[in-house]
């Protein structure tokens, strides 16, 4: 990075290398002008299948795709690795953490949005939830382990802590996740384990509005309702969730044991909308204009999760498609200003939403290219083909595609693997301390050794 002006051609600065900022880069390839995209991870992530990383049906590989490889083919794009922390928006200067600073004629911001807990930031060690494929391993780690550790628990007592796994939030994330652990409970793991039942466990949705997916149109709130409760799925509607503590939640007037607590309830745009210092609404995103520009400020973009756009009277849904919309749009936008014409306004095209359930269930809504609701089997068919479609790269599509037909027909999930601590929150020995396989011999001679623990036993304390 440089602090002077190196480039006769316009510089393009984009942060955040998310849906809208690799659309951004790829439309700007014919454009003159110079495109550098800053992220601080080296690599796109396709985060509608994060649960399923974090389900262990999918490797993160199978999601992600290095920056460089996917725009290596743009000869006047650069990919840096680093994170904005000021704006100098006199002198058109970014400061990043490294140190280094650059300079812009055009600035984009795409930096996306984290997990909200409503103010209580203490829930989210607690209760992680799902926008990185460090969260999705991360989640992945506690499911896995507390079947290791109910396992184990049997061994050592005959008696394990009750597997509860308790979603909070029942927008398309909570729905997914809840649907794919029973999936994997009920019929992945059943051959898996010697002393436990893993059909046995309890999957928990807690959602403080009176419908799951309350964004969706009713027909198809009722429906994803019904494939979730013939999963297996415990959904509990109208109840909001008062506190998360280790081992449990408070919903209403009842605590709830919980292995695992997931979050999915609230998102928050990225914390460089503030540091922007322009006007945003409670969430944190940017107030945009037509243009998807600040007010007063032509120079600067702002889109995907970041933008505060309205269309109807409505703000536009933070999801990929209009952020991938947004991102085309900004690259028309900046070819026009160098043809001296004026700028096009921002139209949503809203083509639908569609969310799995599970195995052969799911619900969608289609605008385009015809108007429909339609759920169950016809619904998944759906989702699989679009979400196949738009994954960056052949070898992605390839490799998600063959682990759907493998699972499908086998009843078999990979990449089970288990990385850090192998401690959970909420769980201990019979001693008090907590628990951590291989903290403690196993005893096979006390009372509820392997030899005295009924097979599939699906006792709790």
């Not at 009277?313 to 991102?327: I, T």
């Not at 385009?368 to 738009?390: E, R, T």
Request: charged share 20%.
């Amino acid at each position: 990075m440089a602090t002077e002006e190196t480039h006769r051609r316009p510089r393009v600065l984009i942060l955040g290398g998310g849906f809208a900022g690799t659309h951004a880069a790829k439309a700007l390839a014919k454009v003159p002008v110079d495109v550098t995209l800053v992220d601080r991870r080296n690599h796109f992530t396709f985060q509608p299948l994060l649960y399923q990383v974090g389900l262990a049906v999918l490797s993160p590989a199978d999601i992600a795709s290095p920056l460089r490889t996917m725009l290596r083919g743009n000869s006047n794009t650069e990919v840096l690795m680093d994170e904005a922390i000021g704006f100098d928006l006199e002198h058109r200067r970014v400061s990043f953490r490294s140190g280094a600073e650059m300079k812009y004629d055009y600035l984009m911001l795409a930096t996306g949005a984290t997990h909200s807990y409503f103010g209580h930031d203490e829930w989210e060690p607690l209760a992680p939830g799902l926008k990185t494929i460090e969260d999705a391993i991360e989640i992945r780690r506690r499911i896995l382990l507390a079947f290791e550790l109910a396992e184990r628990e049997m061994l050592e007592r005959g008696s394990h802590h009750p597997l509860n796994f308790v979603i909070i939030g029942g927008g398309p994330t909570g729905v997914e996740l809840a649907g794919a652990i029973c999936d994997i409970t009920r019929r992945y793991m059943q051959r898996d384990f010697r002393h436990i039942d893993p059909a046995q466990a309890r999957v928990i949705l807690i959602e403080g509005e009176k419908r799951v997916l309350a964004n969706y149109p009713e027909d198809l709130s009722i429906k994803a309702e019904e494939q979730l409760k013939a999963l297996g799925v415990e959904v509990h509607g109208g109840m909001r969730v008062t506190d998360v503590q280790p081992g449990y939640v408070i919903a209403g007037e009842q605590r709830i044991e919980s292995a695992v607590t997931l979050w999915a309830a609230g998102v928050q745009a990225s914390g460089l909308g503030k540091v922007l210092g322009m006007p945003t609404d409670k969430r944190g995103c940017v107030l945009v204009n037509a243009t998807l520009n600040p007010e007063g400020h032509p120079e600067i973009f702002v889109c995907g999760d970041l933008a505060h756009f309205e269309q109807n009277g409505h703000q536009v849904p933070g999801v990929a498609q209009p952020a991938m919309q947004m991102g085309d749009h900004i690259a028309r936008m900046i070819a026009a200003d160098l043809n001296h014409q004026p700028r096009p306004p921002f139209h949503y095209f809203d083509k639908g939403d569609m969310a799995t359930i599970g195995r052969l269930a799911a619900v969608a809504k289609v605008e385009w290219p015809f108007k429909a609701h339609f759920s169950g089997f016809p619904a998944w068919i759906a989702w699989l083909i679009v979400h196949i479609y738009f994954l960056i790269g052949f070898r992605n599509r390839l490799a998600v595609l063959s682990q759907w037909v493998w699972s499908y027909f086998t009843f078999t999930y990979g990449v089970r693997l288990i990385y850090g601590s192998q401690a959970l929150p909420g769980w201990t020995n019979k001693d008090g301390v907590e628990t951590s396989p291989g903290a403690q011999p196993l005893d096979h001679t006390a009372p509820g050794s392997h030899t005295e623990v009924p097979a599939k036993s699906a006792a709790a304390d």
